[in-house]
């Protein structure tokens, strides 16, 4: 008779992506969480995460990507900064999320509608310098597609109160004066970015 195994075979972990993130401008400070658990129990929005920061941050250590890229944990941050005051390390776990979101964002990991209202955000103000609703909802529900332009018209009593109200203009504000200066800083933050990276 075929002997049972007692245990299973031993995991074969792949670090190369660990080691990819502990590359980003604060990924490195992944390696210093002590699975306190403090930010799990602090976090507003872990109940609706796959996976908690510290959790996230164990499959990063364990390279793996595929979880990590997959879940919603980076996507249903919500920045709060919670974590990172409370972390007894000093991580700053919120920052380690934005670089995440980054990450995610230029591997075309990001099918999240926040990395779509990311983008129309980026893209509205980079433009013209200011914020116009408008313009950011109208690219929001271009980048997500057909499904979320009907659904946008079940919010559309919403859309009509903010209006009501003067809290959605109708007119795109004027551009920013000092724009070439705006470009400019862009410009720079890119090359500087660009530099580092090398
Ligand atoms: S609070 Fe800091 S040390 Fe504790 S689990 Fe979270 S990241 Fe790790
Ligand atoms: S910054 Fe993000 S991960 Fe940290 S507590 Fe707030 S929502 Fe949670």
């Known amino acids: 008779m075929e002997q049972k195994k007692l245990f299973s075979e031993p995991v074969k972990y792949d670090l190369t992506f660990a080691r990819e993130i502990y590359r980003l401008e604060n990924g490195s400070y992944i390696k210093q969480c002590m699975n306190c658990g403090m930010c799990a129990i602090s976090c507003a929005t872990k109940d609706i995460m796959d996976y908690s920061p510290r959790k996230?941050?164990?499959?990063?250590?364990?390279?793996?990507?595929?979880?990590?890229?997959?879940?919603?944990?980076?996507?249903?941050?919500?920045?709060?900064?919670?974590?990172?005051?409370?972390?007894?390390?000093?991580?700053?776990?919120?920052?380690?999320?934005?670089?995440?979101?980054?990450?995610?964002?230029?591997?075309?990991?990001?099918?999240?509608?926040?990395?779509?209202?990311?983008?129309?955000?980026?893209?509205?103000?980079?433009?013209?310098?200011?914020?116009?609703?408008?313009?950011?909802?109208?690219?929001?529900?271009?980048?997500?597609?057909?499904?979320?332009?009907?659904?946008?018209?079940?919010?559309?009593?919403?859309?009509?109160?903010?209006?009501?109200?003067?809290?959605?203009?109708?007119?795109p504000p004027k551009k920013l004066k000092g724009m070439g200066g705006l470009k400019k800083i862009i410009r720079k933050a890119r090359e500087l970015e660009r530099k580092e990276a090398r």
């Open 56 to 171: 996230l941050f164990n499959l990063i250590k364990l390279g793996k990507k595929e979880e990590v890229m997959n879940a919603n944990t980076i996507w249903y941050c919500t920045s709060c900064c919670t974590c990172k005051a409370r972390c007894p390390r000093g991580i700053p776990i919120v920052d380690v999320m934005h670089d995440l979101k980054k990450y995610a964002i230029e591997q075309g990991s990001d099918d999240y509608p926040q990395s779509a209202f990311y983008k129309a955000f980026w893209k509205e103000m980079s433009s013209r310098g200011r914020m116009f609703e408008g313009g950011v909802t109208a690219r929001y529900f271009l980048m997500r597609g057909l499904d979320e332009i009907m659904k946008a018209f079940s919010m559309k009593d919403v859309g009509m109160s903010m209006l009501k109200h003067g809290r959605l203009p109708l007119l």
